[in-house]
């Protein structure tokens, strides 16, 4: 079974919730409000290289 765990820095009130899960696969990153919507996978470096641009406030979120 797939462990899907909710990012630390998430929204306190809930409603901003990004999952992430280590897949067989790559890592996983999900909307905790829609987990049966599907999940974008991505490769260990690829996912590193996401969390760091989101870090340097890089991404347009």
Not at 20 to 43: F, M, N, W, Y
């Amino acid at each position: 079974m797939i462990k899907w765990r909710k990012a630390s820095r998430s929204n306190a009130s809930g409603n901003e919730c990004v999952e992430v899960a280590a897949l067989p696969e790559g890592r996983g990153i999900r909307d905790s409000k829609a987990p049966d919507a599907g999940h974008l996978t991505l490769s260990p470096r690829s996912f590193t290289q996401v969390i760091a641009s989101a870090k340097r406030g890089d991404l347009d979120v």
